[in-house]
């Protein structure tokens, strides 16, 4: 039986009626210095996501295109640092947005990774990163979009979304009175796959299969491919903006290293250290990262 997560919760409920009261953390801009001082002597790895971390959230997923400054901060960073997207998007389609070579792409919330296709100052031990743990699930997850694709066609501004191995169905172009229906629907159709679940992310539902892999798992496969696992002189920092990136979040807390940014413009409680507040917040802490290495460097 697929299992819902977000029926535990009131049923899509918006990012601005979170309560004022859950902790805010700080502004990792604000607190820049005192990022440097945890990082002092390691070596720091950066793991993006990219909708609304990299790019502005869009009603159509399609035009989630980033900016070319943003492109170049990014490139900036690789530069410097082992770097690599983690995102819930095919890994095609967000290398596509992205454009660039010198970066680790874990796609389909990390179940679907691959390494730089051209030289890198940051080269795993082999040449080609790939690690695919969900390739089973490929028939069933192809069964279901079509499914639920045209289960979705009832619905206005419904959209699926096929991720290789995972769905996405965003609806947030739905109106909200929708929104009841639409959960029941793609809930009707899991309810028959035992090896599938649902996640909830920003106005938009996760199908994923049932395996013990996460943004998290990806982290951490990333880190022992770049010879970094068990080492204490290593200080990963994961940004992202959605439910999915908690899993990272929550890795990096237990091993007791690195930083989770959560980016954001509401009070939410997670597993982050610092908050950033939009895209634009996100170029300039990259910005920043860089022009403090070369300012070590020199």
Same mark, same amino acid.
């Given at each position: 039986?697929?299992?819902?997560?977000?029926?535990?919760?009131?049923?899509?409920?918006?990012?601005?009626?979170?309560?004022?009261?859950?902790?805010?953390?700080?502004?990792?801009?604000?607190?820049?210095?005192?990022?440097?001082?945890?990082?002092?002597?390691?070596?720091?790895?950066?793991?993006?996501?990219?909708?609304?971390?990299?790019?502005?959230?869009?009603?159509?997923?399609?035009?989630?295109?980033?900016?070319?400054?943003?492109?170049?901060?990014?490139?900036?960073?690789?530069?410097?640092?082992?770097?690599?997207?983690?995102?819930? $998007?095919?890994?095609?389609?967000?290398?596509?947005?992205?454009?660039?070579?010198?970066?680790?792409?874990?796609?389909?919330?990390?179940?679907?990774?691959?390494?730089?296709?051209?030289?890198?100052?940051?080269?795993?031990?082999?040449?080609?990163?790939?690690?695919?743990?969900?390739?089973?699930?490929?028939?069933?997850?192809?069964?279901?979009?079509?499914?639920?694709?045209?289960?979705?066609?009832?619905?206005?501004?419904?959209?699926?979304?096929?991720? +290789?191995?995972?769905?996405?169905?965003?609806?947030?172009?739905?109106?909200?009175?929708?929104?009841?229906?639409?959960?029941?629907?793609?809930?009707?159709?899991?309810?028959?796959?035992?090896?599938?679940?649902?996640?909830?992310? $920003?106005?938009?539902?996760?199908? $994923?299969?049932?395996?013990?892999?996460?943004?998290?798992?990806?982290?951490?496969?990333?880190?022992?491919?770049?010879?970094?696992?068990?080492?204490?002189?290593?200080?990963?920092?994961?940004?992202?903006?959605?439910?999915?990136?908690?899993?990272?979040?929550?890795?990096?807390?237990?091993?007791?290293?690195?930083?989770?940014?959560?980016?954001?413009?509401?009070?939410?409680?997670?597993?982050?250290?610092?908050?950033?507040?939009?895209?634009?917040?996100?170029?300039?802490?990259?910005?920043?990262?860089? +022009?403090?290495?070369?300012?070590? +460097?020199?």
């Amino acid at each position: 039986m697929a299992t819902a997560c977000f029926l535990s919760l009131p049923l899509f409920m918006a990012e601005e009626s979170l309560p004022e009261s859950q902790e805010n953390h700080p502004s990792a801009l604000e607190w820049f210095e005192g990022v440097l001082a945890a990082a002092e002597g390691k070596q720091i790895v950066m793991f993006l996501d990219y909708d609304g971390t990299l790019s502005p959230i869009v009603e159509d997923p399609d035009r989630a295109v980033m900016t070319e400054e943003m492109r170049e901060a990014v490139r900036g960073v690789a530069q410097h640092f082992p770097t690599a997207i983690v995102s819930g $998007r095919c890994r095609d389609k967000v290398f596509n947005f992205v454009k660039l070579e010198e970066l680790y792409y874990a796609g389909s919330h990390g179940m679907d990774i691959k390494g730089p296709t051209k030289v890198s100052n940051h080269k795993a031990k082999a040449d080609e990163v790939l690690c695919q743990p969900a390739t089973k699930f490929l028939p069933v997850i192809q069964k279901v979009y079509k499914t639920l694709t045209a289960k979705m066609e009832s619905i206005p501004g419904a959209m699926v979304e096929n991720n +290789k191995f995972c769905l996405s169905v965003h609806f947030r172009c739905v109106e909200e009175a929708e929104w009841d229906a639409l959960g029941r629907e793609v809930k009707a159709v899991l309810d028959v796959y035992e090896d599938l679940e649902i996640t909830e992310g $920003r106005k938009v539902l996760e199908i $994923r299969p049932t395996i013990e892999w996460h943004k998290g798992k990806a982290l951490l496969f990333l880190l022992e491919c770049l010879g970094f696992a068990g080492r204490g002189d290593v200080f990963p920092i994961y940004i992202g903006d959605d439910r999915t990136d908690e899993d990272a979040f929550e890795v990096l807390r237990n091993m007791g290293q690195g930083i989770g940014i959560l980016v954001t413009k509401f009070p939410k409680e997670t597993s982050a250290s610092y908050s950033l507040r939009e895209p634009a917040e996100v170029k300039e802490f990259l910005h920043k990262l860089v +022009k403090s290495n070369e300012t070590k +460097k020199g």
